[in-house]
């Protein structure tokens, strides 16, 4: 972004009319917005639709982590339900996904509390994705999760060379 179009946004806030609508241009309204919280002009901030944007930034956070999740767990069925089909890239989906929920954790330590939430909605929606994937009855599946969080962080899964985690 240029300067120029940094100064400009800043000044577009001292026009009331130039600022755009919540509903109708949001990256236009959060351009507003930040203009105005920089300008410090705080009593002139949509500060109910600012709450309800952050809200989303938090859940969006929190749903990175269970998709994270539900792909190691869908995995982590497949792989006991169908071990003829183990595949390579199985393994490294699980190594892919742990990285993710490791980042996720990482850069958002108060979702800990959330992890045991996040198993069960993720355990929830990967059997039926691995009922649909396998051709398998969801019945087949137990009806809660049987992996433990430390299994679905670091439970060894190998095929051929390939293992995760990696042997250290």
């Not at 109708?24 to 944007?53: H, M, R």
């Not at 190691?72 to 069925?77: A, D, G, K, S, T």
């Not at 929830?124 to 009806?143: N, R, Y």
């Amino acid at each position: 972004m240029a300067d120029t179009d940094v100064k400009i946004r800043q000044e577009d806030p001292q026009h009331p009319s130039a600022r755009r609508p919540y509903r109708g241009d949001l990256f236009g309204w959060v351009q507003d917005q930040i203009a105005l919280l920089n300008a410090g002009k705080f009593s002139e901030i949509d500060a109910v639709n600012i709450a309800d944007e952050l809200g989303d930034v938090g859940n969006e956070q929190y749903d990175k982590l269970e998709s994270a999740v539900r792909v190691i767990i869908f995995h982590f069925l497949k792989w006991d339900h169908q071990s003829e089909r183990r595949s390579r890239s199985w393994v490294g989906s699980i190594v892919e996904q742990r990285r993710r929920v490791e980042r996720v954790l990482k850069k958002n330590p108060s979702l800990k509390p959330h992890i045991e939430e996040a198993v069960v909605e993720a355990y929830e929606d990967a059997v039926t994705d691995a009922a649909v994937e396998t051709g398998l009855p969801e019945k087949t599946f137990p009806e809660s999760c049987p992996y433990p969080w430390d299994d679905i962080l670091n439970g060894v899964v190998a095929l051929d060379d390939l293992q995760s985690p990696r042997k250290r």
